[in-house]
């Protein structure tokens, strides 16, 4: 009875859960995709600090039942835009300790993407991470997967590194730039992450790698039959080299793929709002009227 709890759901208020997803796809407005869907149910949303390359920002999260959407915050309850949406059947989330200001931390790790976000308090990371893993539990066991065994590394946040994390020596600067290597997350400096490799579930094309991780998989690859090898470059040429660097914005080629991060108009209201899980009222209400349906 409880493992179809959110399904269940969609039955017994399944206008008040439609007027939900119509409220969020509202305030995305054109900037989102559509979020109606037979079966979709909105789990909860609330806020929480997204760890971006350059600092944690607030953003909008949205738990429904197979995906789990993000956005920035450009008004409040009101306009969200940069929509993320990440499939929950490829999410895997892994709690962190509370370290100095970071608090009430976990992981969200999928084979593309991974990130740390925050809680307000201990009981509200509680509360996502049981409903979040409650909902990838539900999917996994539907759809008879597996959830994805490698996941994207988690980026060390630009202000954590005044030197480069490989050769310890390369103080950033303007000129010299921080990297982020695709395999490990470290950052790094250019000489030390001159070298490409292509990251299957990141991209097809060959991704930024230090030059540990380049070391550790060419001895991986060596490792494997020719015939099993995938395909893997590491293009030496300039006329790569400088078409990778130019395609990040200002010649870093970190400041690509996560474009929500450099958009600061998240507004500076640090009210904070205690994250909404719809399934809590109704389950009372669901289990009172199954207790009270057997008890007949
Ligand atoms: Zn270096
Ligand atoms: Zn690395």
Same mark, same amino acid.
């Given at each position: ?30 900037? !989102? ?10 789990? !909860? ?43 929950? *059947? ?36 509680? *509360? ?15 759809? !008879? ?135 809590? !009222? ?15």
């Amino acid at each position: 009875m409880y493992q179809d709890f959110y399904l269940h759901l969609v039955s017994v208020n399944s206008e008040a859960n439609a007027r939900r997803i119509a409220m969020v796809e509202n305030c995305f407005g054109s900037s !989102g995709q559509p979020l109606a869907e037979q079966g979709r149910v909105l789990v !909860g949303e609330g806020v929480l600090t997204k760890m971006c390359r350059k600092k944690p920002k607030a953003r909008q999260f949205f738990l429904f039942n197979d995906i789990l959407v993000y956005g920035n915050i450009v008004i409040n309850k009101k306009k969200y835009n940069k929509q993320h949406v990440i499939p929950l *059947e490829e999410v895997k989330l892994e709690s962190l300790k509370d370290e100095g200001q970071y608090r009430n931390g976990w992981l969200i790790r999928t084979a593309s993407k991974s990130f740390a976000v925050y809680a307000a308090t201990a009981t509200e990371k509680e *509360e996502w991470m049981a409903h979040i893993e409650k909902c990838i539990e539900d999917l996994l066991r539907k759809s !008879g997967k597996q959830p994805p065994s490698e996941h994207a590394a988690v980026w060390v946040p630009d202000n954590e590194a005044a030197i480069c994390m490989h050769c310890k020596k390369t103080q950033f600067t303007v000129l010299n730039r921080r990297h982020h290597c695709r395999k490990c997350g470290s950052v790094v400096c250019g000489p030390c992450s001159s070298k490409r490799w292509v990251l299957r579930g990141q991209s097809d094309k060959p991704l930024r790698v230090c030059l540990q991780c380049y070391d550790d998989l060419t001895r991986e690859r060596a490792r494997v039959p020719p015939l099993a090898q995938p395909a893997a470059h590491t293009p030496h040429t300039a006329a790569v080299k400088s078409a990778l660097d130019t395609a990040g914005s200002g010649g870093d080629s970190s400041a690509d793929d996560d474009s929500d991060d450099d958009d600061d108009r998240a507004p500076a209201d640090h009210s904070h709002d205690e994250p909404k899980f719809y399934g809590d !009222g109704e389950k009372t209400e669901e289990t009172n009227n199954h207790s009270s349906k057997e008890t007949k």
